[in-house]
């Protein structure tokens, strides 16, 4: 008896070994790339107001940068890729509950999201500006800004990194939240807001749409690099992602994608320090 119940544990010990051996190799599974692989599509969450990362034309049609990269990297891991508008305040929720599958929109890396989801490696760098219409608004430094109303999008990069400046309490009041940035502009048109904090990708595009009205003042709130979010444990699904982005650079798609929407080549693919 003693023998064999000494070999059960020794077998049990065997299979325990290689099960914890296997999740440390490269052969390890979460399953998360496997459940996509089986619908067949992965479900893209997205502010579909978010020019030119995400947005509708002139005819509805959905458009833009990541709209392209996403369809360009699902293609490469032979999947659909399907896109879902959601309410961006929401987005961590929808990605909790499954109703999506990763969120891919200009969203920015920051501290709290990489330690609250499993982020794609940092594709695109961006800075968090200030701009407006008034050639009399001077913003030089943080402190500059208790002297103007500003607007910007609610739960957005911009606000998170005003929230983070050293200045903050003191122009924290003049700060009002819109559901997008396309309310702030608008407010910002009609003078209920002096200048708006918001990403420059989106500012210099919506820009050009504006005859060049929007000055960018002086000061900025630093860079904000945009990556991919997925559910914590969806490791795996990160990992293919980002051996699909770096196939679209080597392969020249992604500057192709990028000079497309941006004139030139943008896109990186960086870990973080």
Partial sequence: MKRKALLTVLT???VC????????????SD?????VK??????????????PMGFRDNDGKLVGFDIDMA????????????????????????????????IWNGMSATKERQEKMSLSKKYLNNKIVIMTTDKNV???SASDLKKYKIGTQKDSSALEMMKADSKYDSFKDNITEYDTYDEAILALKAGR?????????????????????LITCDYNFGN?????????SDVELTNKVNDALQTLIDNGTAAKISKKWFGKDIVILEDYK
């Fill in 38 to 51: 089986d619908n067949g599509e992965l479900i893209i969450g997205l502010d579909d107001t978010f020019a």
């Fill in 31 to 35: 399953g998360s790339w496997s459940y």
């Fill in 193 to 213: 807001v002096d200048c708006i904090s918001i990403d420059q990708v989106l500012g210099n595009y919506k820009n050009t749409k504006m005859d060049n009205a």
């Fill in 71 to 102: 369809r360009a990297v699902c293609k490469e891991l032979g999947v659909k890729a399907k896109f879902q508008p959601i309410d961006w305040d929401a987005k961590e929720m929808e990605l909790k509950s499954k109703n999506i599958d990763c």
């Fill in 138 to 140: 001077s913003i030089k």
């Fill in 224 to 232: 904000d690099y945009y990556a991919i979010g997925f559910r914590k």
């Fill in 12 to 14: 049990l010990a065997l």
């Fill in 17 to 28: 070994f290689c099960a914890v051996g296997l999740a440390g190799c490269g052969g390890s």
